[in-house]
Protein backbone atom coordinates (compact mmCIF):
# COMPACT_ATOMS: atom_id res chain seq x y z
CA UNK A 1 0.00 0.00 0.00
CA UNK A 2 0.94 3.52 -0.81
CA UNK A 3 2.02 6.20 2.20
CA UNK A 4 -1.43 7.49 1.93
CA UNK A 5 -3.87 4.99 1.02
CA UNK A 6 -6.67 5.38 -1.65
CA UNK A 7 -9.97 6.29 -0.62
CA UNK A 8 -11.08 2.26 -1.39
CA UNK A 9 -8.11 1.12 0.51
CA UNK A 10 -8.96 3.32 3.22
CA UNK A 11 -12.62 2.38 3.94
CA UNK A 12 -11.33 -1.25 4.31
CA UNK A 13 -8.93 -0.52 6.94
CA UNK A 14 -11.61 0.97 8.74
CA UNK A 15 -14.19 -1.57 8.05
CA UNK A 16 -11.56 -4.04 9.76
CA UNK A 17 -10.91 -2.03 12.50
CA UNK A 18 -14.25 -1.73 13.38
CA UNK A 19 -14.65 -4.90 13.19
CA UNK A 20 -11.94 -5.45 15.47
CA UNK A 21 -12.85 -2.73 17.45
CA UNK A 22 -17.16 -4.14 17.67
CA UNK A 23 -15.48 -7.76 18.59
CA UNK A 24 -13.02 -6.52 21.18
CA UNK A 25 -16.17 -5.20 23.07
CA UNK A 26 -18.67 -7.49 22.87
CA UNK A 27 -15.79 -10.00 24.24
CA UNK A 28 -15.07 -7.77 27.24
CA UNK A 29 -17.54 -9.27 29.53
CA UNK A 30 -16.54 -12.84 28.73
CA UNK A 31 -12.72 -12.09 28.14
CA UNK A 32 -10.26 -13.71 30.30
CA UNK A 33 -9.35 -10.85 33.10
CA UNK A 34 -5.68 -12.16 32.75
CA UNK A 35 -4.75 -14.76 30.74
CA UNK A 36 -0.73 -14.48 30.07
CA UNK A 37 2.01 -16.32 28.51
CA UNK A 38 5.98 -14.67 28.08
CA UNK A 39 6.74 -12.54 25.40
CA UNK A 40 8.08 -13.66 22.27
CA UNK A 41 10.02 -12.17 19.59
CA UNK A 42 8.48 -10.52 16.29
CA UNK A 43 9.90 -10.23 12.93
CA UNK A 44 11.91 -6.92 11.94
CA UNK A 45 9.77 -4.69 8.95
CA UNK A 46 10.21 -6.10 5.66
CA UNK A 47 11.33 -4.15 2.63
CA UNK A 48 7.95 -5.41 1.01
CA UNK A 49 4.75 -3.78 1.44
CA UNK A 50 2.28 -6.09 4.17
CA UNK A 51 -1.46 -6.85 4.43
CA UNK A 52 -3.04 -5.02 6.27
CA UNK A 53 -5.47 -7.59 7.20
CA UNK A 54 -2.38 -9.94 8.61
CA UNK A 55 -0.90 -6.82 10.34
CA UNK A 56 -4.31 -6.39 12.46
CA UNK A 57 -3.98 -10.03 13.12
CA UNK A 58 -0.55 -9.82 14.89
CA UNK A 59 -1.50 -6.87 16.66
CA UNK A 60 -4.72 -8.63 18.31
CA UNK A 61 -2.81 -12.14 19.14
CA UNK A 62 -0.44 -9.56 20.87
CA UNK A 63 -3.13 -7.24 22.41
CA UNK A 64 -4.73 -10.61 24.08
CA UNK A 65 -1.43 -12.27 25.96
CA UNK A 66 -2.28 -9.79 29.04
CA UNK A 67 -3.85 -8.11 31.92
CA UNK A 68 -7.62 -6.91 30.38
CA UNK A 69 -6.89 -3.68 31.84
CA UNK A 70 -9.84 -2.45 29.65
CA UNK A 71 -12.56 -4.96 31.13
CA UNK A 72 -14.77 -5.13 33.84
CA UNK A 73 -13.01 -7.72 35.99
CA UNK A 74 -9.79 -5.35 35.92
CA UNK A 75 -9.88 -4.11 39.56
CA UNK A 76 -6.13 -4.02 40.22
CA UNK A 77 -4.26 -0.49 40.56
CA UNK A 78 -6.25 1.73 39.04
CA UNK A 79 -8.80 0.84 36.06
CA UNK A 80 -9.70 2.87 33.53
CA UNK A 81 -11.46 0.86 31.26
CA UNK A 82 -10.73 3.36 28.00
CA UNK A 83 -13.41 5.46 26.41
CA UNK A 84 -13.88 4.57 22.68
CA UNK A 85 -15.36 7.95 21.75
CA UNK A 86 -11.68 9.50 23.13
CA UNK A 87 -9.71 6.34 20.35
CA UNK A 88 -11.54 7.96 17.59
CA UNK A 89 -10.95 11.31 19.17
CA UNK A 90 -7.35 10.20 18.99
CA UNK A 91 -7.60 8.85 15.52
CA UNK A 92 -9.18 12.05 13.91
CA UNK A 93 -6.39 14.23 16.63
CA UNK A 94 -3.76 12.44 14.82
CA UNK A 95 -5.49 12.36 10.83
CA UNK A 96 -4.96 16.25 10.67
CA UNK A 97 -1.83 15.89 12.76
CA UNK A 98 -1.82 19.78 13.49
CA UNK A 99 0.89 21.61 15.75
CA UNK A 100 -0.43 22.20 19.26
CA UNK A 101 2.47 23.28 20.77
CA UNK A 102 2.70 26.90 20.07
CA UNK A 103 -1.09 28.18 19.57
CA UNK A 104 -0.73 30.46 16.57
CA UNK A 105 -0.42 27.16 13.96
CA UNK A 106 -3.50 25.79 15.09
CA UNK A 107 -5.96 28.88 17.53
CA UNK A 108 -8.87 27.06 17.19
CA UNK A 109 -7.45 23.59 18.36
CA UNK A 110 -5.62 25.08 21.05
CA UNK A 111 -8.37 27.04 22.24
CA UNK A 112 -10.60 23.81 22.57
CA UNK A 113 -7.99 22.00 24.48
CA UNK A 114 -7.97 25.07 26.93
CA UNK A 115 -11.64 25.42 26.85
CA UNK A 116 -11.27 21.39 28.65
CA UNK A 117 -8.57 22.58 31.33
CA UNK A 118 -10.45 26.18 32.04
CA UNK A 119 -13.94 23.52 32.58
CA UNK A 120 -11.61 21.72 35.01
CA UNK A 121 -10.89 24.78 36.63
CA UNK A 122 -13.87 25.69 37.28
CA UNK A 123 -14.97 22.14 39.08
CA UNK A 124 -12.17 22.92 41.05
CA UNK A 125 -13.09 26.05 42.29
CA UNK A 126 -9.63 27.70 41.55
CA UNK A 127 -9.44 31.36 40.49
CA UNK A 128 -9.35 32.86 37.00
CA UNK A 129 -5.55 33.26 36.79
CA UNK A 130 -5.63 28.95 36.80
CA UNK A 131 -4.97 26.84 33.72
CA UNK A 132 -3.18 24.13 32.91
CA UNK A 133 -1.68 21.71 30.37
CA UNK A 134 -2.47 18.07 29.07
CA UNK A 135 0.19 15.76 29.84
CA UNK A 136 0.35 11.70 29.14
CA UNK A 137 -0.09 11.63 32.89
CA UNK A 138 0.45 12.29 36.60
CA UNK A 139 4.05 11.86 36.57
CA UNK A 140 4.83 14.13 34.37
CA UNK A 141 2.09 16.56 35.36
CA UNK A 142 3.72 16.16 38.93
CA UNK A 143 7.12 17.00 37.10
CA UNK A 144 6.03 20.19 36.25
CA UNK A 145 4.26 21.17 39.26
CA UNK A 146 7.76 20.52 40.88
CA UNK A 147 9.60 22.68 38.90
CA UNK A 148 6.81 25.53 38.93
CA UNK A 149 7.11 25.24 42.68
CA UNK A 150 10.55 25.53 43.14
CA UNK A 151 11.01 28.08 40.73
CA UNK A 152 8.42 30.30 42.32
CA UNK A 153 9.82 29.63 45.85
CA UNK A 154 13.42 28.92 45.09
CA UNK A 155 14.36 30.79 42.40
CA UNK A 156 17.89 28.94 41.23
CA UNK A 157 19.22 28.34 44.27
CA UNK A 158 17.77 24.68 45.06
CA UNK A 159 20.44 23.22 46.93
CA UNK A 160 18.71 23.85 50.95
CA UNK A 161 15.14 23.54 49.69
CA UNK A 162 13.04 20.99 51.15
CA UNK A 163 9.62 19.29 50.38
CA UNK A 164 7.48 17.34 52.25
CA UNK A 165 5.56 14.08 51.40
CA UNK A 166 4.50 10.68 53.46
CA UNK A 167 5.47 7.51 53.54
CA UNK A 168 1.90 7.12 51.41
CA UNK A 169 2.74 9.79 48.83
CA UNK A 170 3.29 8.37 45.40
CA UNK A 171 6.77 7.67 44.18
CA UNK A 172 6.43 9.94 41.15
CA UNK A 173 6.70 12.83 43.49
CA UNK A 174 10.40 11.27 44.68
CA UNK A 175 10.91 10.53 41.13
CA UNK A 176 10.01 14.09 40.41
CA UNK A 177 12.72 15.41 43.21
CA UNK A 178 15.29 13.37 41.75
CA UNK A 179 14.90 14.01 38.18
CA UNK A 180 14.90 17.77 38.97
CA UNK A 181 18.42 17.00 40.44
CA UNK A 182 17.17 16.94 44.20
CA UNK A 183 18.95 14.85 46.88
CA UNK A 184 17.10 12.55 48.36
CA UNK A 185 17.60 13.93 51.72
CA UNK A 186 16.03 17.22 50.15
CA UNK A 187 12.43 14.82 50.45
CA UNK A 188 10.70 15.10 53.92
CA UNK A 189 8.54 12.19 55.26
CA UNK A 190 6.15 13.46 57.70
CA UNK A 191 4.59 10.96 59.72
CA UNK A 192 0.72 10.00 59.31
CA UNK A 193 -2.00 9.28 61.44
CA UNK A 194 -3.65 6.49 62.47
CA UNK A 195 -5.89 6.51 59.46
CA UNK A 196 -2.48 7.00 57.12
CA UNK A 197 -3.57 10.59 56.59
CA UNK A 198 -0.97 13.31 56.74
CA UNK A 199 -0.27 14.57 60.22
CA UNK A 200 -0.99 18.43 59.84
CA UNK A 201 0.73 19.28 63.37
CA UNK A 202 3.45 16.51 62.60
CA UNK A 203 4.02 19.04 59.39
CA UNK A 204 4.24 21.97 60.67
CA UNK A 205 6.79 20.88 63.35
CA UNK A 206 8.98 19.39 60.80
CA UNK A 207 8.60 22.44 58.49
CA UNK A 208 9.56 24.52 61.69
CA UNK A 209 12.19 22.10 62.95
CA UNK A 210 14.18 22.07 59.19
CA UNK A 211 13.55 26.19 58.59
CA UNK A 212 15.47 26.69 62.56
CA UNK A 213 18.56 24.46 60.96
CA UNK A 214 18.71 26.41 57.67
CA UNK A 215 16.42 24.45 55.11
CA UNK A 216 14.20 26.34 53.29
CA UNK A 217 10.74 24.71 53.13
CA UNK A 218 9.25 25.38 49.45
CA UNK A 219 6.38 22.74 48.94
CA UNK A 220 3.89 20.22 50.70
CA UNK A 221 2.70 17.68 48.68
CA UNK A 222 -0.87 16.51 50.13
CA UNK A 223 -2.56 13.42 48.40
CA UNK A 224 -6.38 13.01 47.62
CA UNK A 225 -6.81 9.09 47.10
CA UNK A 226 -3.25 7.29 48.11
CA UNK A 227 -2.08 4.54 45.54
CA UNK A 228 -2.59 1.70 48.90
CA UNK A 229 -5.87 3.18 50.17
CA UNK A 230 -7.53 5.41 48.00
CA UNK A 231 -6.91 7.46 51.27
CA UNK A 232 -7.30 11.13 51.17
CA UNK A 233 -4.84 13.39 53.41
CA UNK A 234 -6.57 16.45 55.21
CA UNK A 235 -6.12 18.89 52.73
CA UNK A 236 -7.72 22.31 54.30
CA UNK A 237 -5.39 21.77 57.16
CA UNK A 238 -2.40 21.61 55.28
CA UNK A 239 -3.56 24.17 52.62
CA UNK A 240 -3.04 26.81 56.04
CA UNK A 241 -0.14 25.26 56.85
CA UNK A 242 1.31 25.62 53.53
CA UNK A 243 0.16 29.16 53.74
CA UNK A 244 1.42 30.14 56.80
CA UNK A 245 4.81 28.92 56.24
CA UNK A 246 4.96 30.18 53.06
CA UNK A 247 5.39 26.71 51.05
CA UNK A 248 3.71 25.63 47.83
CA UNK A 249 0.53 23.59 48.18
CA UNK A 250 0.07 20.43 45.60
CA UNK A 251 -2.61 18.30 45.34
CA UNK A 252 -1.61 14.42 43.90
CA UNK A 253 -5.17 13.96 43.02
CA UNK A 254 -3.58 11.77 40.34
CA UNK A 255 -6.79 8.95 41.43
CA UNK A 256 -9.02 10.69 43.49
CA UNK A 257 -9.15 14.02 41.92
CA UNK A 258 -11.59 13.33 39.37
CA UNK A 259 -14.36 12.82 42.51
CA UNK A 260 -14.67 16.25 42.33
CA UNK A 261 -17.28 15.70 39.37
CA UNK A 262 -19.29 14.17 41.89
CA UNK A 263 -21.33 15.80 44.93
CA UNK A 264 -19.77 13.11 48.01
CA UNK A 265 -16.36 13.76 46.03
CA UNK A 266 -16.55 17.61 46.60
CA UNK A 267 -17.48 17.38 49.89
CA UNK A 268 -14.30 14.51 50.52
CA UNK A 269 -11.43 16.91 48.51
CA UNK A 270 -12.23 19.81 50.70
CA UNK A 271 -9.15 22.15 50.19
CA UNK A 272 -8.40 20.87 47.05
CA UNK A 273 -9.42 24.33 45.09
CA UNK A 274 -6.79 26.00 47.99
CA UNK A 275 -3.89 24.14 46.20
CA UNK A 276 -1.25 25.71 43.44
CA UNK A 277 -1.12 22.63 41.46
CA UNK A 278 -2.92 19.87 41.05
CA UNK A 279 -2.47 16.07 39.30
CA UNK A 280 -5.18 14.52 38.25
CA UNK A 281 -5.04 11.49 35.17
CA UNK A 282 -8.38 11.51 33.20
CA UNK A 283 -6.87 8.00 32.15
CA UNK A 284 -7.74 6.39 35.71
CA UNK A 285 -11.04 8.80 36.88
CA UNK A 286 -12.58 9.78 33.63
CA UNK A 287 -12.34 6.72 31.84
CA UNK A 288 -10.39 7.57 29.61
CA UNK A 289 -7.12 5.74 27.09
CA UNK A 290 -3.73 5.73 28.89
CA UNK A 291 -1.80 8.91 27.55
CA UNK A 292 -3.42 11.14 29.48
CA UNK A 293 -3.08 13.29 32.67
CA UNK A 294 -3.73 16.64 33.70
CA UNK A 295 -1.56 19.66 35.73
CA UNK A 296 -3.65 22.48 36.96
CA UNK A 297 -1.90 25.55 38.43
CA UNK A 298 -3.42 28.45 40.27
CA UNK A 299 -1.53 30.81 38.36
CA UNK A 300 -0.35 30.28 34.87
CA UNK A 301 2.29 32.51 35.46
CA UNK A 302 3.81 30.53 37.26
CA UNK A 303 3.86 27.71 35.09
CA UNK A 304 5.08 29.79 32.38
CA UNK A 305 8.03 31.23 34.00
CA UNK A 306 9.33 28.22 35.09
CA UNK A 307 9.04 26.37 31.54
CA UNK A 308 10.09 28.88 28.85
CA UNK A 309 13.16 29.37 27.08
CA UNK A 310 13.32 30.94 23.48
CA UNK A 311 15.74 29.83 20.49
CA UNK A 312 15.75 31.66 17.69
CA UNK A 313 14.19 29.29 14.95
CA UNK A 314 10.66 29.70 16.68
CA UNK A 315 11.08 33.15 15.75
CA UNK A 316 8.74 32.67 13.06
CA UNK A 317 5.87 32.01 15.70
CA UNK A 318 3.85 34.63 16.92
CA UNK A 319 2.90 34.46 20.40
CA UNK A 320 -0.01 35.60 22.18
CA UNK A 321 -1.56 36.18 25.55
CA UNK A 322 -4.35 33.77 24.66
CA UNK A 323 -4.62 30.50 23.33
CA UNK A 324 -1.41 29.44 25.40
CA UNK A 325 1.43 28.34 23.91
CA UNK A 326 1.77 24.66 25.78
CA UNK A 327 5.57 24.25 25.09
CA UNK A 328 5.69 27.29 27.61
CA UNK A 329 3.77 25.23 30.30
CA UNK A 330 5.79 21.81 30.08
CA UNK A 331 8.58 20.16 28.94
CA UNK A 332 7.37 19.20 25.87
CA UNK A 333 7.63 21.16 22.11
CA UNK A 334 6.26 19.01 19.19
CA UNK A 335 3.07 16.99 21.30
CA UNK A 336 0.05 15.53 19.74
CA UNK A 337 -3.12 17.28 20.15
CA UNK A 338 -4.65 16.13 23.17
CA UNK A 339 -7.30 18.23 23.71
CA UNK A 340 -9.82 15.94 21.58
CA UNK A 341 -9.89 12.91 23.57
CA UNK A 342 -11.34 14.87 26.68
CA UNK A 343 -13.24 16.85 24.67
CA UNK A 344 -15.09 14.85 22.65
CA UNK A 345 -16.01 12.37 25.09
CA UNK A 346 -17.15 15.01 27.28
CA UNK A 347 -19.43 16.96 25.11
CA UNK A 348 -20.47 13.84 23.21
CA UNK A 349 -21.88 11.86 26.54
CA UNK A 350 -22.38 14.85 28.56
CA UNK A 351 -20.77 15.53 32.21
CA UNK A 352 -23.53 14.38 33.86
CA UNK A 353 -22.52 11.03 32.41
CA UNK A 354 -19.36 11.20 34.37
CA UNK A 355 -20.46 12.36 37.24
CA UNK A 356 -23.00 9.42 36.96
CA UNK A 357 -20.79 7.07 36.51
CA UNK A 358 -18.16 7.91 39.25
CA UNK A 359 -21.20 8.21 41.76
CA UNK A 360 -21.83 4.70 40.96
CA UNK A 361 -18.15 3.55 41.67
CA UNK A 362 -18.59 5.27 44.78
CA UNK A 363 -21.59 2.97 45.77
CA UNK A 364 -19.80 -0.45 44.50
CA UNK A 365 -16.79 0.31 46.40
CA UNK A 366 -19.10 0.79 49.96
CA UNK A 367 -20.93 -2.20 48.79
CA UNK A 368 -18.17 -4.45 48.52
CA UNK A 369 -16.29 -2.92 52.12
CA UNK A 370 -19.46 -4.17 53.41
CA UNK A 371 -20.17 -7.09 52.34
CA UNK A 372 -15.99 -7.76 52.99
CA UNK A 373 -16.70 -6.63 56.74
CA UNK A 374 -19.46 -9.20 57.01
CA UNK A 375 -17.18 -11.64 55.66
CA UNK A 376 -16.01 -14.02 59.13
CA UNK A 377 -12.79 -14.70 57.17
CA UNK A 378 -11.26 -11.82 56.15
CA UNK A 379 -10.02 -8.48 58.21
CA UNK A 380 -11.12 -5.00 56.38
CA UNK A 381 -8.90 -2.45 57.87
CA UNK A 382 -9.32 0.39 55.87
CA UNK A 383 -12.53 2.50 55.78
CA UNK A 384 -12.67 3.59 52.17
CA UNK A 385 -12.38 7.34 51.23
CA UNK A 386 -12.82 6.70 47.49
CA UNK A 387 -13.08 3.23 45.80
CA UNK A 388 -10.15 1.21 47.20
CA UNK A 389 -10.73 -1.79 49.41
CA UNK A 390 -7.71 -3.91 50.91
CA UNK A 391 -8.12 -6.67 52.99
CA UNK A 392 -6.48 -9.83 54.43
CA UNK A 393 -7.40 -13.45 55.95
CA UNK A 394 -8.05 -13.42 59.14
CA UNK A 395 -5.97 -15.94 59.94
CA UNK A 396 -2.72 -16.77 57.91
CA UNK A 397 0.71 -15.34 57.47
CA UNK A 398 1.47 -12.75 54.02
CA UNK A 399 2.43 -16.43 51.99
CA UNK A 400 -1.26 -17.44 53.15
CA UNK A 401 -2.65 -14.01 51.35
CA UNK A 402 -0.42 -13.95 48.55
CA UNK A 403 -1.82 -17.68 47.81
CA UNK A 404 -5.33 -15.94 48.26
CA UNK A 405 -4.45 -13.28 45.58
CA UNK A 406 -2.87 -16.01 43.12
CA UNK A 407 -6.03 -18.13 43.49
CA UNK A 408 -8.66 -15.44 42.85
CA UNK A 409 -6.40 -14.33 39.32
CA UNK A 410 -6.41 -17.48 38.70
CA UNK A 411 -9.81 -17.98 38.26
CA UNK A 412 -9.82 -15.11 35.22
CA UNK A 413 -12.75 -13.31 36.01
CA UNK A 414 -11.43 -11.04 38.42
CA UNK A 415 -7.73 -8.98 38.80
CA UNK A 416 -6.46 -7.41 42.01
CA UNK A 417 -3.35 -6.35 43.12
CA UNK A 418 -1.69 -6.08 46.45
CA UNK A 419 0.11 -3.56 48.89
CA UNK A 420 0.97 -3.04 52.58
CA UNK A 421 0.52 -1.58 55.63
CA UNK A 422 2.61 -1.62 58.93
CA UNK A 423 4.49 -3.99 57.03
CA UNK A 424 1.38 -6.53 56.46
CA UNK A 425 0.54 -7.88 53.34
CA UNK A 426 -2.94 -6.91 51.53
CA UNK A 427 -5.19 -7.80 48.97
CA UNK A 428 -6.63 -4.52 47.42
CA UNK A 429 -9.76 -3.88 45.23
CA UNK A 430 -9.96 -0.83 43.30
CA UNK A 431 -13.40 -0.12 41.79
CA UNK A 432 -13.01 2.44 38.79
CA UNK A 433 -13.56 1.15 35.47
CA UNK A 434 -16.89 2.25 33.62
CA UNK A 435 -17.39 -1.43 32.82
CA UNK A 436 -17.13 -2.33 35.95
CA UNK A 437 -20.99 -2.93 37.38
CA UNK A 438 -22.60 -4.65 40.11
CA UNK A 439 -22.93 -8.30 38.36
CA UNK A 440 -19.30 -8.11 38.33
CA UNK A 441 -19.13 -6.25 41.95
CA UNK A 442 -21.43 -9.16 43.14
CA UNK A 443 -19.37 -12.16 41.55
CA UNK A 444 -15.84 -10.63 42.95
CA UNK A 445 -17.13 -11.07 46.38
CA UNK A 446 -18.40 -14.10 45.75
CA UNK A 447 -15.21 -15.21 44.66
CA UNK A 448 -13.29 -13.66 47.96
CA UNK A 449 -16.22 -15.25 49.51
CA UNK A 450 -15.76 -18.94 48.48
CA UNK A 451 -11.55 -18.68 47.95
CA UNK A 452 -11.19 -17.22 51.70
CA UNK A 453 -12.93 -19.75 53.07
CA UNK A 454 -10.60 -22.31 51.97
C1 LIG B 1 -1.24 6.91 39.15
C2 LIG B 1 -0.75 7.87 40.16
C3 LIG B 1 0.32 8.71 39.89
C4 LIG B 1 1.16 8.60 38.65
O1 LIG B 1 0.46 8.88 37.51
P1 LIG B 1 0.82 8.21 36.09
O2 LIG B 1 -0.30 8.65 35.24
O3 LIG B 1 0.90 6.74 36.31
O4 LIG B 1 2.14 8.78 35.66
C5 LIG B 1 0.64 9.64 40.85
N1 LIG B 1 -0.02 9.73 42.00
C6 LIG B 1 -1.06 8.94 42.30
C7 LIG B 1 -1.76 9.08 43.60
C8 LIG B 1 -1.45 7.97 41.38
O5 LIG B 1 -2.48 7.17 41.67
Redesign the pocket.
Known sequence: MSLDPSRAELAAMMTATTELTADFLAGLPAAPASRLTGAKPFDPPAEEPGEFAELLAVFREAAANAVDTAGPGYLA??PAGGLISASIGEFLSTVVNRFTGVASTAPDLVALEDSVLDWLCREFALPATASGLIT???????LSALVAARHDRLGQRHDRGTLYVTEH?????AKAALIAGLRPDQVRVVPVTAEHRMDPAAAESLIAADRSVGKVPFLLVG?????STGTIDPLAELATIAARHGLWFHV?????GGFQLTERGRVKLRGIEQADSI?F?P??TMFLP?GT?VLLVRDRATLRAAHTVDASYLQDLRRDPWPPDFCDLGPELTREFRGLRMWLPLHLHGVAAFRQALDEKLDLAAEVHRELSALSEVDVPVRPDLTVNVFRRKHGDDAANQRLLERINATERIFLSSTRLHERYLLRLCVLSHRTDAARVAEAIEIIRMLGRE
Open positions: YFTGGSLATTHLSVTAGSTDGAYGTDHKYG
